[in-house]
């Protein structure tokens, strides 16, 4: 199963430790690190529309990401994980895959304490299904091929 995990600009002196843990977890089969410089408003807000339910969390998360840290740098993991089982998730009101949640949460749990700052979630996004992850990596693939951001590797 294919997905895409995000790992936002609070987690840049992290990001190797974060990624090494995501190898527990699932396969990388590669990592771009972007600037977004001064894309990254437009970046979160067309990451995050996907399902309907996230109309102002935009905005919210944007304030947050782009205002409390230096850096407009991401690192996006392109990622290949176990299918596991699907379960009830009721933040979302839909079913996702066991793993992929896990994973988010282990992420999330275990560097939040070692964020500055940290507010709702702004450390890792992760792709809960195949519709999303096409959907992410349209957008991606949008902001790379128009030459809108700054690949570092």
Request: charged share 35%.
């Amino acid at each position: 199963m294919k997905c895409i995990g995000i790992l936002w600009n609070s987690m840049n002196e992290l990001r190797d430790e974060a990624i090494n843990d995501i190898k527990k977890y699932a396969v990388v089969e590669d990592i771009v690190c972007i600037d977004f410089e001064d894309r990254y408003f437009d970046f979160i807000t067309d990451i995050y529309p996907f399902d309907g339910k996230h109309k102002d969390i935009n905005i919210f998360k944007a304030n947050i990401l782009i205002d409390k840290y230096e850096s407009n740098e991401i690192c996006i993991l392109f990622l290949n994980m176990l299918d596991s089982e699907k379960v009830y998730c009721e933040r979302k009101h839909t079913y996702i895959y066991k793993n992929i949640e896990e994973l988010k949460q282990y992420i999330r749990n275990k560097y939040k304490a070692r964020i500055n700052g940290y507010f709702f979630d702004n450390i890792y996004h992760m792709t809960d299904d195949e519709k999303e992850y096409i959907f992410t990596l349209n957008i991606i693939n949008s902001y790379l091929r128009k030459g809108k951001v700054k690949v570092l590797k």
